[in-house]
């Protein structure tokens, strides 16, 4: 059995997320955790006894921060916060989603400085170690101020609202001051959805290398436009190493000998500038990886207290704010949009008429048959799709509050559109690959490079050959769900 992941200590990483969200790891918080978290709630309550305003602690929210409550209010503020706000409309997010939540909730929280009895904590970790999950709805973050609305329904769970604990023996937590506060103020949707699509991400983007490698040799391509010396004189990162995999994927190939001395001189764009394209895609997606990496640690809660020479200090800031993951999530859905659009090009000049004398549509009798015609339009309408999710969601900001929070990332709303660009861009990965499969077969008994053999076993593993007219709508869902569960990924190192 694998160990619990103790968190409060090391910082956690995207694997960390994606074994707790998606393979259901335990969690347990570290050795020490718990009393540092109590020091925390000491100097949190100290603050709240004493009468200058503690935002959130005695004030109001938002706008009506101005209204003082007096101490004997102060619990019944924070049921009356995680009540108000629990809102959100739409479809239910995924469990994964919501456990990923969960996880960077009690993380934050963990790092003592949210001023939180550690029972709030322990109780967050005993709904994902029973997969006890509340029902999140997918609308109604903006972005800031943290994922309030998704995240009180985290909290209604937490307290025994909307979901059965009795069943699972877990007490509800009775909130106390700050505490409902706590719970809403983070970016934990934003984050938690990032980090998985992050882990999604890399996998398509080996996924899409391949498909381009096997669409090279089924198109009789040259192999010259990844040569190593041509890619180290542009000396972008990405680049080199999508040339370097293709090199792998190639080597050892029959087919590209086959045609030594054909008379054509270049391949199009989205066959000879594959690691041009797909290496800035890598890098981009790089980029919002290692931004996404820093936020699983961070604490964004707000006021945050420190304890300085034995004395507690709450400072009112903006850590909730979600611009650094708003920014970098619509980054990611347009890298993830332009690697679809390319994969659609090499699948349509797969289906065209061209010198590698692939039948047309390479069907098994043309005009009798139309072969994989149909598969390209469906690679079209996902790509149409993805320009819509590619349009950034944080450059148009809705205030909210009154004008006190005057500009939102909507960075919510950015992570909910790269999940769905991610759905559409492996199936429109998963299309080439259908297309360059039965390409590649047409050239037997010519062999293609030993990668590119190993990924056509595979592939014939979820997809058998079309010798006939059939339907691959269930052909094209399921190679799509293997690539995203790595059918690709150990092809190559």
């Known amino acids: 059995m694998t160990e619990a992941l103790e968190i409060g200590i090391s910082p956690l990483v995207i694997g960390d997320v994606v074994a707790v969200a998606r393979d259901g790891r335990r969690v347990v918080l570290a050795a020490g955790v718990r009393e540092r978290i109590a020091g925390g709630r000491v100097a949190l309550e100290e603050l709240a006894a004493h009468e200058p305003p503690t935002y959130g602690v005695n004030t109001g929210f938002g706008h009506l921060s101005s209204v003082r409550i007096p101490a004997s209010e102060q619990a019944q503020l924070q049921l009356n916060l995680v009540r108000s706000h629990a ?184 066959f000879r500038c594959i690691p041009q394209v797909l290496g800035a895609v890598a890098d981009g997606l790089e980029h919002a990886r290692a931004t996404i990496s820093r936020e699983l640690d961070a604490v964004t809660d707000n006021p945050l207290v420190f304890v300085e020479d034995g004395r507690g ?45 692939l039948p047309a549509f390479l069907a098994a009798a043309p005009g009798l048959e139309s072969g994989l015609m149909i598969l390209q339009y469906t690679a079209a309408s996902l790509v149409a799709e993805l320009a819509v999710l590619a349009h950034p969601a944080g450059v148009h900001s809705v205030p909210t509050s009154a004008g006190m929070e005057d500009f939102n990332s909507m960075g919510a709303t950015a992570a909910l559109k790269l999940c769905q660009a991610l759905d559409h861009a492996y199936h429109v990965v998963a299309i080439e690959l259908v297309c360059a499969a039965q390409g590649l077969e047409h050239h037997r008994p010519l062999r293609s490079g030993i990668g590119v053999e190993a990924a056509l076993a595979r592939v014939r593993t979820i997809v058998a050959p079309i010798t006939s007219d059939r339907s691959t709508s269930a052909d094209l869902g399921a190679l799509a769900t293997a690539l995203r569960n790595g059918l690709l990924d150990a092809i190559v190192p």
Do not use: W
């Open 87 to 270: 809102c959100g409309v739409g479809e239910p997010l995924p469990d994964d989603i919501v456990r990923g939540m969960l996880l960077l909730l009690a993380n934050s929280l963990a790092k003592g400085h949210s001023g939180v009895r550690p029972v709030v904590v322990e109780t967050v970790l005993a709904l994902v170690n029973a997969n006890v999950l509340p029902v999140v709805p997918s609308r109604g973050s903006v972005g800031a101020s943290g994922d309030l609305a998704p995240l009180a329904h985290c909290a209604m769970t937490l307290i025994g609202e909307g979901t059965d604990l009795a069943a699972s023996g877990i007490a509800p937590v009775v909130l106390q001051s700050k505490e409902g506060l706590a719970l809403l103020n983070g970016t934990h949707l934003m984050a938690a959805s990032g980090a998985l699509a992050a882990a999604d991400a890399l996998r398509l983007v080996t996924a899409a290398v391949t498909a381009g490698a096997m669409s090279i040799e089924a198109l009789l391509g040259s192999h010259n436009p990844f040569d190593a010396r041509v890619h180290e004189l542009r000396r972008q990162p990405g680049q080199i190493a999508v040339a370097a995999r293709l090199r792998d994927l190639l080597a050892g190939s029959s087919i590209v000998e086959s045609h030594a001395n054909c008379a054509r001189v270049q391949d199009p764009y989205s």
């Open 313 to 357: 200090r709450a400072i009112s800031a903006g850590n909730f704010h979600g611009q650094p993951l708003s920014l970098v999530l619509d980054l990611a859905a347009i890298a993830v949009a332009e690697l679809a659009g390319f994969s659609e090009r090499r699948s349509y000049a797969l289906l065209s008429p061209g010198p590698a004398n």
